[in-house]
C-alpha cells in the first residue's frame, strides 16, 4: 500500500510560485499514477493535475492549465506540483492522491483516504 504526505504549502502574494511536494512510501509507487487535488474552504474537493505512473501524460483542470505543471521523481519517490501565477482563487488545502484518469475524469483510487494536505494562500 502506498501512503503519500503532502507538503510544500505557503502564503504567497498573487503572481508568485510555490512547489509541492507529494513524497511516498510504500512500494511500488513508480507503478502508479498520481493525482493533485484540492479543496477551498466551503467548497467541494476538485481535481487539479495528474500524471501517468511513466510521466509521459500529463492532465489538468482548465483552471490550472498553463499555469500549473506536475512532475515526478519516481527514483525519489516523489509527486510534484509547480504552481506558478498563482491566484486567489487558488487558495485551498491541496492533496495527492493514486488516481485514476477515465476520458475528461480522475478518480482518487482510495476516495475516503487522504492525508493531511498542504495548505496553500494566495493574497491579493
Known amino acids: 500500500q502506498v501512503q503519500l504526505v503532502e507538503s510544500g504549502g505557503g502564503l504567497v502574494q498573487a503572481g508568485g510560485s510555490l512547489r509541492l511536494s507529494c513524497a511516498a512510501s510504500?512500494?511500488?509507487?513508480?507503478?502508479?499514477?498520481v493525482g493533485w487535488f484540492r479543496q477551498a474552504p466551503g467548497k467541494e474537493r476538485e481535481f487539479v493535475a495528474w500524471i501517468s505512473w511513466s510521466a509521459d501524460i500529463t492532465y489538468y483542470a482548465d483552471s490550472v492549465k498553463i499555469r500549473f505543471t506536475i512532475s515526478r521523481d519516481n527514483a525519489k519517490n516523489t509527486v510534484y506540483l509547480q504552481m506558478n501565477s498563482l491566484k486567489p482563487e487558488d487558495t485551498a488545502v491541496y492533496y495527492c492522491?493514486?488516481?485514476?484518469?477515465?476520458?475528461?475524469?480522475?478518480?482518487?483510487?482510495?476516495?475516503?483516504?487522504w492525508g493531511q494536505g498542504t495548505q496553500v494562500s494566495v493574497s491579493s
Open positions: 492522491a493514486v488516481a485514476s484518469r477515465v476520458g475528461k475524469n480522475v478518480y482518487p483510487n482510495s476516495p475516503g483516504s
Open positions: 510504500g512500494r511500488a509507487f513508480s507503478s502508479y499514477a
